[in-house]
């Protein structure tokens, strides 16, 4: 027997789909230098966006805004840890991730999140619509938070990530004012949902409602809905704004 021929173009079986289903953004929570080396180490992501104003990129020579590809995208990146979104775990196989260098910190439970560039958010608008062009099985809620996928554990990449600009941009979900205010309107009058209701809706969203089994889990749970889509308080309280929320992406997703 002579060696073996593969035909790779005869005939093309169609069922099949991509490996990628999520997106996941990241912030570092520490500067490029050391946003390089941590990448490069244990952990991994497909995409690091720089901070123009941050000296450790300018000591490495660059200037302008460069998007590094630090795994290919065929690959998996170690960026999401233990994960779960819309009923799937181990986001790493199924997922790309995009690190953003930001100096957000924790100290001892208290949080801060600073701003992002400009030019970070125009990179972003810009690399995850290309991402998007050519996964066509990432859907609008799929493009998801760290946090989102793992509330208990993360933060990134926090409050101040201009979720809804991406939005606007094509990029992710957000949902509908009218519709928010109609909804917020009614839990005001009548009282926001039962816990059940609202982690039924949560998990229509795509949460996974595993850490709802402890009251500190449920907090994280609705702190991190809060970050992504009502920043502009992520107590982790549920009232009557963050419900008309959910509702309403559920209504239009």
């Not at 079986?13 to 990241?26: A, D, E, Q, Y």
């Not at 840890?81 to 997922?95: I, P, Q």
């Not at 991406?166 to 949902?175: E, S």
């Not at 609202?198 to 709802?212: E, F, K, V």
Request: hydrophobic share 35%; no cysteine; net charge negative.
């Amino acid at each position: 027997m002579g060696p073996l021929t593969i035909n790779y173009t005869a005939y093309r079986s169609p069922t099949f789909n991509k490996r990628v289903r999520f997106i996941v953004l990241h912030y570092t929570a520490i500067n490029f230098e050391a946003s390089v080396k941590a990448l490069s180490g244990n952990t991994s992501s497909h995409y690091l966006v720089p901070r123009l104003d941050d000296e450790s990129y300018k000591a490495s020579g660059y200037s302008g805004m460069q998007v590094f590809n630090l795994v290919d995208e065929n690959d998996r990146a170690w960026h999401a840890g233990a994960s779960t979104w819309a009923n799937r775990t181990n986001l790493n196989d199924t997922s790309i991730g995009i690190e953003v260098v930001n100096l957000a910190s924790d100290d001892n439970g208290v949080f801060t999140f600073p701003d992002y560039e400009d030019a970070q958010v125009e990179a972003l608008i810009q690399l995850t619509s290309n991402i998007l062009s050519r996964y066509p099985d990432v859907s609008p809620k799929n493009v998801v938070a760290h946090s989102d996928i793992a509330p208990t554990r993360k933060s990134d990449p926090g409050p101040a990530f201009p979720w809804k600009r991406l939005a606007d941009a094509g990029v992710g979900a957000w949902y509908d004012e009218d519709t928010k205010t109609r909804y917020e309107r009614q839990f005001n009058d009548q009282g926001v949902p039962q816990q059940s209701d609202i982690l039924n809706a949560l998990q229509q969203y795509g949460y996974s409602t595993a850490p709802a089994s402890t009251a500190d889990g449920y907090k994280a749970l609705i702190r991190a809905f809060q970050m992504h889509f009502r920043p502009s308080d992520y107590s982790g309280k549920l009232d009557a704004e963050t419900a008309a929320v959910l509702y309403a992406l559920n209504d239009k997703y």
